[in-house]
């Protein structure tokens, strides 16, 4: 069998083939294993994590490989008081109620079966709204609707609330266990943080597969198939096997030659998912003064460059480390500004959350998962307005001997690293389950 | 000078090219030009245009050409009284009033600069907000929304009306002269149509580039560019250049590959303008017989699968001919049904307009352009909701040496053969721009 990205969903797929007996072939665009997670190290130890970084509750999967390999995790930075930047002033909590607004989502997601949310009784008017214009009406004022967009639509995928449909967000409540578990520090998606950075644990499963397994450097640029196999073709590699998963998100998906051409509906899913488009960024400091003055450092804003920001510290490591995070129009914003005019709309941004001493860093470090070609954004691809309904059916759906594996393909945390592995194995036992007609090449 | 791709936008910035005295090379990568075009012959003489195939005022460049190299065209097919099918029952007219919300739409778009809608001073509540939920409000009942929206984003855009954003209708009304302009027949876009069909166009305007230029056959893989040049690669030759001019949709364009690889801004575009969906079906009769009962069979639906028909009869052939167009949603479920069960749902549809003889052709042609790997998708690419404010100023930003053209990036008849050129002759007028840097290679 033939893997075709060694992010987390191509690994587990790849794992899961070998425990089944068949022999398999990794390959990775990249010149490491991992996908989108990347860990940069500051000569003092400090650890950076750019890329996906968080592991939490009921994300078993993951946590299951964690303990298995037996890596370390530490949790989240969290000491003292958030912030909230709310029409300019800093508050604790939101001075709005948020919470109803909340509740009523999750109370609809409840309505939504991830595996299927095109089939959701109420998914035609869902599908037709955009959480912006929907926050508009639910939400008690602008304010209340700016600062709730950007957390959901911004916080969870990386996109503007414009770009959003509430079915695209209510699945997405669905599938991470709601609101309160995907916003939560403790107790919730960003919980706890690997040592060593997540990477880690793609390079254990990356051992566990044995040499000669992963090939990286080796971008897939064509699939043909026909009665007797696949081929799949790399630069200067040809990798004929009885099937393929495709581990990639379906905007890079899309961009492979299959042959013959893939159907009509899976190539317009493929056009119709873009990846969220977010900015994060590291802001180095000699120590965390936020601690200092009795805040954690993670905030979320309702205005301005910037929609949230977290205490990125490491333990062992003195450093302060303030990562922000932006996120579709804001983050398309300062995409457009200069390097200089760049920075200093960050760091306005974070002197405004954490003090002017958050104006004078060592150093700002960032990595742009949207101009890396074998990503192009983060954290993940969601359905465009009005695609769910007419594509979705399309996201899992074999198309002959080539299977879909990738986050995007989940229905239990979707977008996190637990649904990358979950969509794995299962891309893995669909073409386990169809190997009465295959070798298992 | 390369151009990729010899729609009529590839073909007319290769001449303007060749006009300025540079040297020209086409790269194509279907068997022959004209992109979005394509014509069938019945053996009888009958013509069926698959593709494009209107032309009407105001549509000054495509006119010109018509004449230039000396082409007949024929007004289209429109004896007697058309049908509205509105909830179930055929209508000469729609029995509710239509009018208001488009008289209202047309207003609204005189405040989008199709140069630059994202510029307009009620973009972002526009580009929030999809058709169908904008529809479900301004109209005075479901059934009057619902057919408006298939009119609109059906009709103009092939999209179903919860993908398609007040700000691209809006746009896309502008750039088209309004409503009236393009949905009427006689006066309207779909005025006429050219003897031979449009193809025979597209073939003068090779002719007159000249023998060795337009290379079919050639699929375009990677774009490399570097202070000296720009290298464009088909499966088996090299080409080299000052520029190149990249004549295929936003939605194709981001499957090449590109070496340095697109910025982030560009690439996000590229994810997010899908080409529309569109079934074209050509039922074909012995003869016209709807004229016999005095309909043009030029109909409007609010339900069903099918939503336009036209009377596509040539002149000189007795057959009568009653194309079908299925959009977005419908389209969609058409494709889902097995052949048998997709043309019951046709005919079904067809006999539902103009009578139960729809429901015995001697033939039934169609061309599934979402299926061409080459074009995936009709009539053309539109930006997803909430995308227009974001990436709209990337879309006809050059990227060093590589320029855009297809008629996506026109701001004239976009979306129509008119703007094809437009746009060819846009990008072709900004090479020569630059050319003191580069030679006129």
């Given at each position: 069998?033939?893997?075709?990205?060694?992010?987390?969903?191509?690994?587990?797929?790849?794992?899961?083939?070998?425990?089944?007996?068949?022999?398999?072939?990794?390959?990775?665009?990249?010149?490491?294993?991992g996908?989108?997670?990347?860990?940069?190290?500051?000569?003092?130890?400090?650890?950076?994590?750019?890329?996906?970084?968080?592991?939490?509750?009921?994300?078993?999967?993951?946590?299951?490989?964690?303990?298995?390999?037996?890596?370390?995790?530490?949790?989240?930075?969290?000491?003292?008081?958030?912030?909230?930047?709310?029409?300019?002033?800093?508050?604790?909590?939101?001075?709005?109620?948020?919470?109803?607004?909340?509740?009523?989502?999750?109370?609809?997601?409840?309505?939504?079966?991830?595996?299927?949310?095109?089939?959701?009784?109420?998914?035609?008017?869902?599908?037709?709204?955009?959480?912006?214009?929907?926050?508009?009406?639910?939400?008690?004022?602008?304010?209340?609707?700016?600062?709730?967009?950007?957390?959901?639509?911004?916080?969870?995928?990386?996109?503007?609330?414009a770009?959003?449909?509430?079915?695209?967000?209510?699945?997405?409540?669905?599938?991470?266990?709601?609101?309160?578990?995907?916003?939560?520090?403790?107790?919730?998606?960003?919980q706890?943080?690997?040592?060593?950075?997540?990477g880690?644990?793609?390079?254990?499963?990356?051992?566990?597969?044995?040499?000669?397994?992963?090939r990286?450097?080796?971008?897939?640029?064509a699939?043909?198939?026909?009665?007797?196999?696949?081929?799949?073709?790399?630069?200067?590699?040809?990798?004929?096997?009885?099937?393929?998963?495709?581990?990639?998100?379906?905007?890079?998906?899309?961009?492979?030659?299959?042959?013959?051409?893939?159907?009509?509906?899976?190539?317009?899913?493929?056009?119709?998912?873009?990846?969220?488009?977010?900015?994060?960024?590291?802001?180095?400091?000699?120590?965390?003064?936020?601690?200092?003055?009795?805040?954690?450092?993670?905030?979320?804003?309702?205005?301005?460059?910037?929609?949230?920001?977290?205490?990125?510290?490491?333990?062992?490591?003195?450093?302060?480390?303030?990562?922000?995070?932006?996120y579709?129009?804001?983050?398309?914003?300062?995409?457009?500004?200069?390097?200089?005019?760049?920075?200093?709309?960050?760091?306005?941004?974070?002197?405004?959350?954490?003090?002017?001493?958050?104006?004078?860093?060592?150093?700002?470090?960032?990595?742009?998962?949207?101009?890396?070609?074998?990503?192009?954004?983060?954290?993940?691809?969601?359905?465009?307005?009005?695609?769910w309904?007419?594509?979705?059916?399309?996201l899992?759906?074999?198309?002959?001997?080539?299977?879909?594996?990738?986050?995007?393909?989940?229905?239990?945390?979707?977008?996190?690293?637990?649904?990358?592995?979950?969509?794995?194995?299962?891309?893995?036992?669909?073409?386990?389950?169809?190997?009465?007609?295959?070798?298992?090449?």
């Open positions: 069998m033939v893997v075709v990205g060694a992010g987390f969903s191509g690994l587990a797929a790849a794992l899961a083939l070998k425990r089944a007996g068949a022999g398999v072939r990794v390959l990775e665009a990249r010149d490491r294993v996908g989108r997670v990347l860990t940069r190290w500051l000569p003092d130890g400090t650890q950076l994590d750019l890329g996906a970084q968080w592991i939490g509750p009921t994300q078993d999967r993951v946590r299951a490989l964690v303990t298995r390999y037996g890596l370390a995790t530490f949790p989240s930075a969290a000491h003292g008081t958030p912030t909230v930047l709310w029409d300019g002033r800093r508050y604790a909590e939101p001075p709005a109620p948020t919470g109803a607004v909340l509740a009523l989502l999750d109370a609809y997601a409840q309505g939504v079966d991830p595996a299927a949310p095109w089939a959701a009784a109420r998914a035609e008017a869902w599908d037709r709204r955009t959480v912006a214009d929907w926050l508009a009406r639910a939400a008690p004022d602008p304010v209340t609707a700016r600062y709730l967009g950007r957390q959901l639509a911004g916080g969870l995928l990386a996109a503007a609330p770009e959003i449909s509430m079915l695209q967000l209510l699945f997405y409540l669905r599938s991470g266990g709601g609101s309160a578990m995907l916003l939560a520090m403790a107790g919730g998606a960003q706890d943080r690997l040592v060593g950075g997540p880690v644990l793609a390079d254990a499963l990356a051992a566990a597969l044995g040499p000669d397994t992963v990286c450097g080796a971008p897939v640029h699939i043909v198939q026909d009665r007797t196999g696949v081929t799949v073709r790399t630069d200067d590699e040809v990798v004929t096997a009885g099937a393929v998963v495709v581990a990639v998100a379906p905007a890079l998906a899309g961009r492979i030659r299959y042959d013959p051409p893939l159907p009509a509906l899976r190539d317009g899913l493929n056009q119709r998912m873009p990846m969220g488009s977010a900015v994060k960024v590291h802001a180095v400091y000699p120590e965390p003064f936020w601690r200092a003055d009795g805040r954690s450092g993670v905030a979320t804003c309702a205005d301005g460059p910037v929609t949230e920001t977290v205490d990125n510290g490491t333990p062992g490591s003195a450093r302060g480390v303030l990562t922000a995070f932006s579709g129009a804001e983050a398309t914003a300062l995409r457009r500004l200069s390097p200089p005019a760049r920075r200093e709309a960050l760091l306005d941004a974070l002197v405004a959350i954490v003090g002017p001493a958050a104006g004078r860093p060592d150093e700002v470090v960032e990595y742009d998962w949207s101009a890396d070609p074998w990503t192009r954004g983060c954290f993940c691809g969601a359905l465009t307005v009005g695609a309904r007419a594509y979705g059916p399309e899992r759906r074999p198309v002959g001997r080539v299977h879909w594996a990738g986050t995007e393909t989940a229905t239990r945390w979707a977008g996190y690293l637990d649904g990358a592995i979950e969509a794995g194995e299962r891309a893995a036992a669909e073409v386990l389950d169809t190997t009465d007609q295959l070798s298992l090449k």
